[in-house]
Nanobody, 118 residues
Framework: QVQLVESGGGLVQAGGSLRLTCAASGRTDSISTMGWFRQAPGKEREFLGAITWSRGVTRYPDSVKGRFTISRDNAKNTVFLQMNSLKPEDTAVYYC???????????WGQGTQVTVSS
């Protein structure tokens, strides 16, 4: 089992930045890829990007490319989501997730709230 805990959410003004942290524990040797998602009220969960655990290869959807950056610190079993130029529509609960090498996200954190004020 892998446990994921997000932190770093909060209230920020439009145009500001925020860095979210996801700390992994447990069977981290089973992790292939870490991902970030978000879900706003009344909307579907949205994929924000992912990073491979071993090589640090990243991928992003076009919707956040250039504004959001994912990085990792393998020594601390931690993944980060740096968000810049935040907009009110970025307001959501942000989740990190991990998979073991398939397209299924096997583990999820509890989420952290990000609120962007206009």
């Amino acid at each position: 089992q892998v446990q994921l805990v997000e932190s770093g959410g909060g209230l920020v003004q439009a145009g500001g930045s925020l860095r979210l942290t996801c700390a992994a524990s447990g069977r981290t040797d089973s992790i292939s890829t870490m991902g970030w998602f978000r879900q706003a009220p009344g909307k579907e969960r949205e994929f924000l990007g992912a990073i491979t655990w071993s090589r640090g290869v990243t991928r992003y959807p076009d919707s956040v490319k250039g504004r959001f950056t994912i990085s990792r610190d393998n020594a601390k079993n931690t993944v980060f989501l740096q968000m810049n130029s935040l907009k009110p529509e970025d307001t959501a609960v942000y989740y990190c997730a991990a998979n073991r090498g398939s397209s299924v996200w096997n583990y999820w954190g509890q989420g952290t709230q990000v609120t962007v004020s206009s």
